[in-house]
């Protein structure tokens, strides 16, 4: 079993909807939770990250982290064609002293016009 | 600032054949890491260096890869013989870790294109 799951989509969803992009995982010592947004052809850039659980917002952007569940959520609203890209879920933890991140698939996501 | 910086962006070789992709960090970073994304298989992460020493490579899929970093502002990544499975994209990325209160950012470059026919 794979430490961080995610569905790799695709996701395709009309401009203007509510998207929701999740991830679930198996090791409770992760406590930094991100979302990192890609591009075609470029490389993963930090989107949003959380501390613990609870919710963040920014912008059309929340991120939602359950440590009871292993669950974490992106919501999208107002979707827009700008944010068609792919969406990869981060989870960190300090291991012996140094940092452990790992990364789930990324889920592709399409925005429509 | 420029940003992690990664050469080549494309590489097409044949089988057989010695590649090495090159890494600046930002300035600063303490941290450095390589990674690999595949459709199958998302990002890995085959090795990363804390201060230039590597710290944990358990990730490099086998003896014929090799990374280095002889100093703070490079790294390269080589894999010697090449095969076709080795066909990925590569990032190098990196990262000034700050602790709890820093979120960890890892900024990563544009990645190498890889293509081993």
């Known amino acids: 079993q794979k430490e961080v799951e995610q569905d790799p989509g695709p996701l395709s969803v009309p401009e203007g909807a509510i998207v929701s992009l999740n991830c679930t995982y198996s090791?409770?010592?992760?406590?930094?939770f991100m979302w990192y947004r890609q591009y075609s052809r470029k490389g993963p850039e930090l989107l949003m990250y959380?501390?613990?659980?609870g919710n963040k917002e920014d912008g059309r952007f929340t991120a939602q982290v359950d440590k009871s569940s292993k669950y974490i959520s992106l919501f999208i609203r107002d979707s827009q064609p700008s944010d068609s890209a792919t969406y990869l879920c981060a989870m960190s933890a300090i291991v012996q002293g140094a940092q452990k991140l790992v990364f789930g698939q990324g889920t592709r996501l399409t925005i429509n016009p | 600032d420029a940003g992690v910086i990664q050469s080549p962006r494309h590489e097409v070789t044949e089988m057989g054949q010695e590649v090495t992709l090159r890494c600046k960090p930002i300035?600063?970073?303490?941290?450095l890491f390589w990674y690999r994304q595949t459709m199958m298989r998302g990002l890995e992460l085959l090795i990363y260096?804390?201060?230039?020493?590597?710290?944990?490579d358990s990730g490099m899929p086998e003896d014929r890869f090799s990374a280095k970093m002889p100093n703070a502002s490079f790294s390269t990544l080589k894999i010697q013989p090449s095969e076709p499975r080795d066909s990925a994209v590569y990032f190098c990325?990196?990262?000034?870790?700050?602790?709890?209160?820093?979120?960890?950012?890892?900024?990563f470059g544009e990645g190498s294109w890889l293509t081993v026919v």
């Open positions: 260096f804390n201060n230039n020493v590597p710290i944990d």
């Open positions: 300035s600063g970073h303490d941290y």
């Open positions: 959380t501390y613990s659980s």
């Open positions: 090791n409770s010592a992760f406590q930094y």
């Open positions: 990325a990196s990262s000034f870790f700050l602790g709890h209160s820093s979120g960890n950012t890892i900024y």
